[in-house]
């Protein structure tokens, strides 16, 4: 096979290149999912509190001027997954209490801390929405690999940890 004309990308049958690898079975994620997400709603409460009182004691140290803070407190939830999903662990808490973690599913490899705040900020989107929440959980309830909507924008799978 030739090379590529300049301008033009790599056919995929060109030598040196691996096929995705399938996503790892998502055995029963749904019902873990959600058991996850009640026990986050936890967690992303107490870790709201303990921001609120950081926002609190660096607003009197600085005279108030650290105050202005408090304007990233209704973006906890956000800051709680990006944190802990795009960490080393590539879960929540409450996934971690269930088996379960994110995934780049065509390598399996860990989800950076920007990919984890907006997989969070879509996935409460959704959730503020019912017509939205609703085809979310439509393409869950239909599709195998039981990956929802938000899954697949970002192209991320939450899988049963090893």
């Keep these: 096979m030739q090379s590529p004309r300049p301008g ?3 056919r995929f049958d060109a030598p040196g ?3 995705p690898v399938p996503v790892p079975l998502a055995r029963g994620s749904l019902g873990g999912r959600f ?6 709603i936890v967690f992303i409460f107490g870790f709201s509190i303990l921001l609120w ?8 140290v600085t005279f108030g001027l650290g105050w202005t803070l408090f304007a990233v ?3 906890s939830g956000i800051l709680y997954s990006a944190i802990t999903v795009g960490g080393h662990r590539q879960s929540t808490l409450g996934m971690r209490m269930m088996g379960l973690r994110v995934v780049a599913p065509e390598s399996g490899r860990p989800v950076d801390l920007l990919t984890a ?5 879509l ?3 959704a959730l503020s929405t019912f017509l939205l929440w609703f085809v979310d959980m439509v393409f869950g309830l239909m599709r ?3 990956r929802l909507g938000h899954d697949l924008l970002l192209g991320l799978a939450v899988v049963r940890a090893a």
């Design 144 to 146: 195998s690999d039981r």
């Design 123 to 125: 996935f409460y989107v």
């Design 8 to 10: 033009y990308a790599e």
């Design 35 to 40: 058991m996850a997400y009640l026990l986050d």
């Design 17 to 19: 290149y691996l096929p």
């Design 53 to 60: 009182l950081a926002i609190a004691f660096i607003g009197l």
């Design 117 to 121: 705040a907006v997989h969070a900020l």
């Design 73 to 75: 407190l209704p973006a």
